[in-house]
Nanobody, 120 residues
Framework: QVQLVESGGGLVQPGGSVTLSCAASGSILRIYSMGWYRQAPGKQRELVARITSGGSTYYADSVKGRFTISRDNAKNTVGLQMNGLKVEDTAVYYC??????????????WGQGTQVTVSS
């Protein structure tokens, strides 16, 4: 069974920084893309950043230049460094990964989510 466990988050002032981490564990054959989504109250879940196994990245326009996604393929982890945080970045952040747990299988997995609140 595959699990994604997030850490980090919390309360931060506008302009501050937070680092999120996510570790994948369990029966894992290969991890393809990993990424971070977020969902604010009353809004749909949206993609924040994504990184392929080769290191190619994608960022939502709203976070470009402020957030940085990274991954460690050896440790099956993905991180999100968030700088210059704004009130509108307040949301539950979810880790996501496309994983092959066995030969011929391919499935998306979600973490449990971690709250990031930006407020003065």
């Amino acid at each position: 069974q595959v699990q994604l466990v997030e850490s980090g988050g919390g309360l931060v002032q506008p302009g501050g920084s937070v680092t999120l981490s996510c570790a994948a564990s369990g029966s894992i054959l290969r991890i393809y893309s990993m990424g971070w989504y977020r969902q604010a109250p009353g809004k749909q879940r949206e993609l924040v950043a994504r990184i392929t196994s080769g290191g190619s990245t994608y960022y939502a326009d709203s976070v470009k230049g402020r957030f940085t996604i990274s991954r460690d393929n050896a440790k099956n982890t993905v991180g999100l460094q968030m700088n210059g945080l704004k009130v509108e970045d307040t949301a539950v952040y979810y880790c996501y990964a496309d994983i092959s747990a066995s030969v011929g299988s391919f499935q998306g997995y979600w973490g449990q989510g971690t709250q990031v609140t930006v407020s003065s």
